[in-house]
């Protein structure tokens, strides 16, 4: 089979993605350091206070959901209402997994666990929208 200029078939069905703007690549690390922050925060916390892991499971927890519906959302174009939309479920359910976790795992501070979750629900939220936000464009 013969290719494009873009290296990809010239039967293909798909059209040849453009290539990223500094602005899409800036978004992608983003993404990347918001999802991976409440774990690296979750490992950090165990390390430093007598290998007390209640923050890397409430973190885990929290990704867990995040990781499930951006996989489903894989390779979809999504519109501005379903990018929001996406935020605030990840939000919502991030931040009660993570505290329900915190609880289980024994944290006792209400206000300390459901801060902290919030956090990471917001950490995940943000990565959601950036990576909707730099997500190539096609012709």
Do not use: E
């Not at 089979?1 to 983003?30: D, E, F, I, Y």
């Not at 990347?32 to 923050?55: C, E, M, N, Q, S």
């Not at 915190?102 to 206000?111: E, I």
């Amino acid at each position: 089979m013969r290719r494009n200029q873009h290296g990809a078939h010239a039967t293909s069905r798909h059209a040849p993605a453009a290539p990223r703007s500094s602005t899409q690549n800036l978004s992608a690390v983003g993404a990347i350091l918001l999802g991976a922050a409440p774990l690296v925060v979750g490992l950090l916390r165990a390390w430093t206070v007598d290998a007390d892991y209640r923050v890397f499971w409430m973190a885990v927890a929290a990704s867990l959901f995040t990781v499930g519906t951006l996989v489903a959302a894989i390779g979809r174009r999504r519109s501005h209402r379903a990018v929001k939309v996406q935020a605030i479920a990840i939000v919502i359910v991030s931040t009660l997994l993570a505290a329900a976790a915190g609880y289980v795992f024994g944290a006792t501070g209400w206000l300390s666990v459901w801060a902290l979750a919030l956090a990471f629900g917001a950490c995940h939220a943000a990565a959601s929208v950036l990576i909707a936000v730099g997500r190539p464009r096609t012709h």
